[in-house]
């Protein structure tokens, strides 16, 4: 059924999914595609909240805001896989716990 | 500014200007420099102060020299101003006159001292403090001389301060005057509530404003259960201002720390602590008269316990056997003559015996200072004696001023004592009020007569008899230097010839000194005024009286220490009663222990117990709990950081799923 | 039709995102995205955002799936290189916090009051209209973004060239103040 709760719904799943592959796994790529799930589900919501409030102008403002978050999510995986490489580069590891330089 | 008046600008500053380059350039100036400066600083504002005087003396009017506005807020208006009328003009001429003298036989006393820039510039400071004081054109102004006398006194007795008993003699002086500062302050305030100024001028001009009048006379009912006590607010500020004078002059019940003084060096005991600064109480009530006159109570307080200050003071002075201490309590009984004087009305005749008193009780401290010099620093009358033909010049000097205090004619004493007198018997000799009168005539008389008794007691166990100090010492004694004789014999002059500015009518004299105060100061009460001159024949009468006195007790002093100076103890030995007595008296009827019992020791238990219970316990409590707090939190907050990104990843969902959970709530319960 | 489609499609998606979370290899984390960016696709096609659906494919599966892909490749982990797991007491301590996220998030959206599903013209969603919109309305943001791609390129350029630490030695020992488990 389409529904608003529904959509909703369908993105606060995917959020969280998200947010449980970011706490409970330990390699960084897998956090990174994580948090593309995160970014995916937000989406989702945009886009509900267009489609069911189109407005008298119908003009897709959610649609802009995905469009951004985009962006974003291609500039974060940009820089994070970066990151990635530069850190297996020098420590031959891909696991967050070993990710501790900055340590106390 | 006329001449006069620049003159009168300039006064005080030249004392501050000594003040600042001993304080400041004492190292470089040296010993002979620093004295120099210091000198010639005090000399120069006495020479200012003569265009000044003349001025005054001539025209009568006041000289004034508006400098600047110094509080300017809303309704608050000072000016830094000075005043010198007809009454700050005497003040002017013994501050600046008796302390130039004093300047200069400190030159000699202290040549041997360590740190002679740092006494000239206290001494400077004090002279800067006292002109202040006396010249202030408001109350405010005079606060500021008030205190800064009361601070240079601080410093000036404890100059020696490598002796703790010295410093703590300072510091005793400076806690007492606190508490009469704090009722001088407390009269500033009220006056300010009631008349919206300080300058001396407004307040007695708005004194005739009736409702300013119904203000000051409105009467509170201060009666505690069945103690009827009713106090108008003009009595309240004039207790709180003699609370103030009382405290700076000596009076009971603080005068304690005035013998304890005389720790300092022995010029400034002459200068501070009996010429000038002990005297500003007494100058502080007659520039005020006309308040106080309008609170007959405080009258009848002021004349009690000035009365009383007088006899007690006197009795203690019998039995003391330090030179210095026998003439400190000797200041403070003829302080207490003097405000005996103002509260039956004698604000001229009390202002008199000021002037008179700085002469001879400042030339008997420097007598005693020339003793203890030539005894290279033995105070100790019991040690002394046969210094007659060792210091003539100082012997010779100390009997004029010893006559004078005693009150034999026609020495300055005489006059002043006797107008003093005159008033406090008034009331019984006139018939008015004779219970009142005779209470603080025999007050007076018993005080001065027992003057005469320990004055020539000093005198004679100082310079009579033979000597009973040891013999090296007495031979080692000199004469000395012209800088420490010529105070004493310029000061023996004007011991002389003071007396006569103020004959009084009862011997066809002119009384000018009366009537030339009779202007500034309140006429009280008013029917004995004008009733004087049919009394002259009782006035006379009582002279004769007091003059018969004063040779008799005189005599009987000098036959007892020189032809019987057992006498005394064998008096005590036969007798235990007396003997108590004598102890009870020679050990200062332990006024000392009981303050110290009653007072002292339970402010110091109460601050010890706020600092336990209030410092140590609550307020340090607080501190370190709170400390503790952040130590712990901060230990706990510090084991989050661990740098593993998973971990700041959970506290980042745990503090998002808390935020959410609260919107959530909020949500709710809208 | 379409609400069967919307169902399959969502299912699709949160199988997809629940492969991704759950593989131990990265490549297959990353494979499964694909079907996961596919389904969101999907998803927007039936919310009338086609415009947004071809740029889902493009720049997701497009590029930054191929760009994983290329640094998975590109680094060819071996075993230990993939790190360790987390013990499962953790891994479900995880999945309940996660629940109880989901709840709270549920519970947020669901406030939204129901709404009937509007009408909307064909117009709505295509990349004119989102053009339009985006250039009328949201030109600042746009701009801002442009400057966030130019930084996160240079970053990346910078990041990935530059060598961290010890510029030599292809395998550098573990700081002793590791503490980590391997």
Known sequence: MLTLHNCLLLSAILFATGVFGVIARRNVLIVLMSIELMLNGVNIAFVSFARFYPGSSQAPAGHVFVLLTMAVAAAEAAVGLA??????RNRKTTDTEEMRSLRW | MNEASRCLAVVPFLCLAGFLANGLLGRRLGRNGGAAVGVAAAIASFLFSIPVAREVFSTGEAVKADLFSWIDVSDLQVKFAFLCDRLSVIMLLVVTGVGSLIHLYSAGYMAHDASVPRYFAYLNLFMFSMLLLVLGDNLLLMFVGWEGVGLCSYLLIG?????????????????????????????LFAIFMVFHSFDYETIRANLGDSNIREKLLHTFDLGIWFVDVKLSLVGAITLAFFLGA????????????????????????????????????????????????MAPPTMDIIAGVGG?????AALMALAQNDIKKVLAYSTVSQLGLMFLALGTGGFSAGFFHVFTHAFFKALLFLGAGSVIHALSGEQDLRRMGGLKNKLPATFATMLIGTLAITGIPPFAGFFSKDEILWKAWEGCLTGQNVGHGLVLGLLGTVASAMTAFYMFRLLTMAFLGAPRGSAEAHSHAHESPWTMTLPLIVLAICSVAAGFLNVPHALHGG????????????????????QHVSHHSAERGLMVVSTLIAFGVSGFALWIYLKRPGLPAEVIQKSPGLGQLYALVRDKFYIDEAYDRVVVRPVKLTAFALWIFVDVLIIDMFINVAALVAEVVSEAARRLQDGVVGTYAVWFLAGAMLLLGYFLYILGAA | MRDAFFVAFSFLAIFGGFLTVSRRDPMYSALSLILFFGAISGVMMILAAPFLALMQLMVYAGAILVLFIFVIMLLALRGEEIGGERPWPLQLLAGIGCAVLFGLIAAAMLRAPFQALPKVGPEFGSPEQVGRTMFAEFVLPFEVVSVLILAATMGAVVLAKKNLGKPEGPAVDAPKDHGGTH
């Open chain 1, 83 to 88: 990151i990635v490489i530069a850190w297996f």
């Open chain 2, 159 to 187: 100059f020696w301060f490598e002796d703790p008993e010295k410093a703590y003699a300072g510091r005793k002086a400076f806690i007492v005057n606190r508490i009469g500062d704090f009722g001088f302050a407390l009269g």
């Open chain 2, 246 to 293: 009382a405290g700076k002059s000596a009076q009971i019940p603080l005068y304690v720390w005035l013998p304890d003084a005389m720790a300092g060096p022995t010029p400034v005991s002459a200068l501070i602590h009996a010429a000038t600064m002990v005297t500003s109480g007494i100058y502080m009530i007659c520039r005020l008269s006309h308040l106080f006159v």
């Open chain 2, 308 to 312: 009383a200050t007088a006899v007690f």
């Open chain 2, 511 to 530: 009384a000018h000194f009366s009537a030339w105060l009779q202007p500034v100061v309140a006429a009280w009460p008013e029917i004995a005024t004008a």
